[in-house]
């Protein structure tokens, strides 16, 4: 009896404890929870992705897959003459069909807008040309133009199509049939009769709508809320509507809205298979049968180029192998995309890799596309702190991390912006990667040995960012920290009291956005305290630049992040300068175009310069996307080979805005592809506020003399949030007249040393 | 002799579930921070008592101890005395004494997301409290942002936990036989001697677990304080919870475990003292 009791207690135990272990399971259901483990025993057989190299084109216009299977498409070469390519049976290599004509040679005041090819082996094209030169200085895009339209038959011979309609062309694609579908601003999809030049209603209860896409004879037509109505080309009716289709691509979280007349979030194209369709957005390839329940996923976005943030999708066909070709372009050229399937590779990548970071990075995630593409083996899991969707906090999403970390289950691969890097140093969470830094052969040696804490290097920045001061040369010649800078704003508005001194969008909150890297890393005493003398005269300075008749009160803004990187841009104010709208310029170079903009002021507009700004301290710069290996990661050494392709120069030319490359070479290279182009911004409510300029390539002086200024960079600025944010939340109230400087300055440092204390 | 031992068994059997649960989820998760507060955070590897020295040279735990005791000590006894003299009040209250119970335990059932939202709108700068201010002629302020900010935190606390205790003291007031006020009556007892020396001593029994009760429900008060004010409220509000907050987020699990092994040690202790001193 007392035995059975016994065996009773302990089963029971056993079972309560074998359910708490249950919970402790991951319930996503996503590998096998082991970062940098492989699985024997996984399924195989994936779509591979692989670039095919087009033909040396300045631009690609569309692709298709004639109706022998062989993929065309349509280019503009380096001179702007136009032509259409064939890929040869052998995959790789390309074959001139023709040549369009000589006279649409790409001048100042002609372009070839658009190219769509049809599977029949005709193309449609539409021109566009200049009325007049229009008022001086005015740029193409902005001189009234007359578009044109033309039939090319299929050895390239032009015909005008005499097509009358008010309104810019949204869209156009050929059906399977070869029969040309447009739509028009403000009118529903219609055929175009070539010779006449007449919309025909093909199609009864069709609807203006955002952009349509072809599938076999089914018109798919998508409104801008992203519903999907499909459509019956050859009957020319409305057909119900395919749920199975529309609701898991509404429920995927695929952005519907952004196309233009060449690319489409969504992308249709008809299989071999009676009713079945493929098409792709950004979350991968799927496969659908016409009414059916289920949609496939045939190739998984996340692991390929389709999920890269910079990635526009064109053209969809499937390729005779079985395989796809996807036509898109990224941040750096048109890509050529096919996807076969390889039996032999794991469905699911057998090495997961698990990053973090605070925030959203499309850089990060462009390289992690690129990165999956290059080992097919690896996945990588990126998880974001705080993001739109999920509204946690940043405090909220650090101790989410935390309890990730101490449960073992943290991430391999830390970007490290934003997280308490001192105190995970101190903690002996984070990894030395002085080694990978010495690898890389052309990073920024002054920044990178910056970062070094008692000679390790904890976490590698990719990117930075560097404030600046743009003014006339005398006045740039005085500027020799924050007090000399605001000496010359004084000056300046006393000279003319009705001119914007610097950007006229800026209140003081902005205003000490814009000067807080030039000034934050001389606030830090040697025992990491505050210096509150420091921090005074940051206030007190920014309050003698601070222009208050000046700020028009036209943004809204919030310390975020990506506001943050957007106020303190010195962007907008370079056109400010550049028309004459102001005498002064600071702010952190984000991008090369912002160089571009500096170096086209500067050779455009005499007297005016630039250097690097001293604020309260001198050679600062901002390090950005600053990559971290966890002590605690299974996986170091396949982390290690992340980080070291994040630094390559494959890696580094990803270009979403997120700061300067550091690595010199790829810098350079960047500067050597600068597009040139328009530059304008203005309020949408006040036309007299719009600026522009023709941004040109920085000439080899320009970019040598940038290329020296970094590299005398090597005190960065201090990256903790929470100082961050208790000196700028006290700025608006400062620059205000609130508060004194001194007040300021004691509510800063009420927290800050409590955090400090901790 | 058999009857007793089967009647032990029996109320053991009773006791045990809540007993695993009590082991599981709390004693054995408390012994692994008490493991931990001899441990390294990241590494895990021993480092004695040096956690503990390390918190206990911390200013920011000193100012918190201090702020939550400080805290404690002036929100026990004015919660004891405030909800006693209510539950006395409702006691010889003749009618509408539920209408009367309902309404201190309101704030009971008010969400913790529509109190803060409350406290941003009443102590706001340019909140009611500063218009009603302005209109009298004087300045308004950030009153979280003050010294202010304790009391505000105070009288939260109150407002909130009043009705609850009130309850218990109702409970602890109806135990007391009314024999006895009669038998004290007779003897020529006013009205003072018999609260003196036949509620306070009846009332006894109750006083340690409406304590115990009001110093546990006390620690609630972060709740409030952080929605309103984050992780670094005004330093006179700067309570032991968001020392731990702030640790966890910071991964300093080490002086998280010894901060927390110390807190719970007085609280212990405290708890202790209560008991004997008032059950004897």
Redesign the interface.
Known sequence: MKVKKIMGIVLAAVL?LGI?AGCGQDAGGKGDGKSGSGNADSAKGRYLEADIDLPEAASVYSMVRLEEGIIRIAVSDQEGRGAVWDLQRDGSTWEKVYDMPEGWRQTDTFFVTHVSLSPKGDAFAVTSQSVDQGADGDTLEMRPTEEHYYHLDGEGKATEVPLQVEGYLYFMQYTTGGELLVQFQDTPVSAVDMETGELIDKVSGLEVTGFFGVAGDTLYTVDYEGEILPFDIDEGRPLPKDEGLSDPIAQSGADMNLHTLQARPLLFTDGKEDKEIFYCTSKGLYRHVKNGDVTELVIDGSLTSMGSPDMELIDLEEADDGGFYIFGRDSTSYKLLHYTYSKDVATVPETELKAWALYDNSELIQNISQYQKEDPEVYVDLEVGVTEENGVTV?DA??NL?TE??AGDGPDVLMLDGL?VD??VE???LEDLSDVAKDAEDLFENMISSMEKEGKLYGIPLRFSMPLVEADVQSLEKIQDLESLADVAEEMKALDPDRYIYSPYYDGAMLAVQLYDACSSAWVKEDGSIDPESLEGFYTQLARIYDPEGYIDARSYAFGEGYQKYISSIGDGILQMYCDKSALNFGNIWSDTDLAMLATTLADKEGIGYKPLTGQAAHTFLPKMMAGIS??SKAKGEAKKFIQFLLTDKAQMAAQGGGLPMDQKTLRSKMDHISEGSIGSGMADDPDSYVEMMVKMPSAEAVDQFIAYIQEADTPALTDE?IRD?VLSQAGDCLDGKITPKAAVQ?VT??VD??L?? | MIEKRIGGQTGFLFVLPSL?GVT?FIVVPFMDVVRRSFM????GAWVGLSNYQTVFS???FR?AAGNTLRFEGVCIPLLLALSLAVALLLHALEDHVQFFKSCFLIPMAVPVASAVLLWRVLFHERGLLSGLLHMSGLPGEDWM?TPWAFWILVVSYIWKNLGYDVILWLAGLSGISPSLYEAAQVDGAGRWQCFIYVTLPGLLPSLFTISVLSILNSFKVFREAYLAA???P??SM?LLQH?F??????????KMAAGAVVHAGVVFMLVLFLKRKWEG
């Open positions: 309560s708490l405090s650090l101790k935390s970390i101490m308490p105190r995970y903690k002996g969470l002590s605690k929470i208790a509510a009420d927290k409590l955090y204390a901790e | 695993l599981l390294g955070a990241v590494s911390n200013k920011a100012l942002g984050g992780d670094y005004h330093e700067y020392l907050n702030n640790w966890y987020r910071d991964l300093s699990m080490d």
